[in-house]
Nanobody, 126 residues
Framework: QVQLVESGGGLVQAGGSLRLSCVAS????????LAWFRQAPGQERDFVAA???????AYADSVKGRFVISRDNTTNTVFLQVNSLKPEETAVYYC????????????????????WGQGTQVTVSA
């Protein structure tokens, strides 16, 4: 049974930072591209960042230079360091895994992802 479990969310002031973690089990972690999405109340689930099997990274324009995605294949964990947070970034943050044969590819479309975590709430106060 595949599980993705996020942690690290919380309440932070505008300008603050958090480190989100997502631990995967039940899959061959190194065979998956990984991503973070976020969903605010009443909004669609939006792409935030992705990391390929080969550890190439990609970011939504709105978070470039502030967020950093990384992975540790030895602990089956994907991280998202979020810095300089803004109140409008209050959302549930989800990690997702997408099986890939290529080391280089990733998707920004949520429907491409095979597995999802339950999400971790990030609340940014003004």
């Amino acid at each position: 049974q595949v599980q993705l479990v996020e942690s690290g969310g919380g309440l932070v002031q505008a300008g603050g930072s958090l480190r989100l973690s997502c631990v995967a089990s039940g899959l061959t972690f190194s065979s998956y591209a990984l991503a973070w999405f976020r969903q605010a109340p009443g909004q669609e689930r939006d792409f935030v960042a992705a990391i390929t099997r080969g550890s190439n990274t990609a970011y939504a324009d709105s978070v470039k230079g502030r967020f950093v995605i990384s992975r540790d294949n030895t602990t089956n964990t994907v991280f998202l360091q979020v810095n300089s947070l803004k109140p409008e970034e209050t959302a549930v943050y989800y990690c997702a895994a997408d099986f890939k044969t290529s080391l280089r590819t990733y998707s920004v479309v949520s429907s491409a992802y095979d597995y999802w975590g339950q999400g971790t709430q990030v609340t940014v106060s003004a």
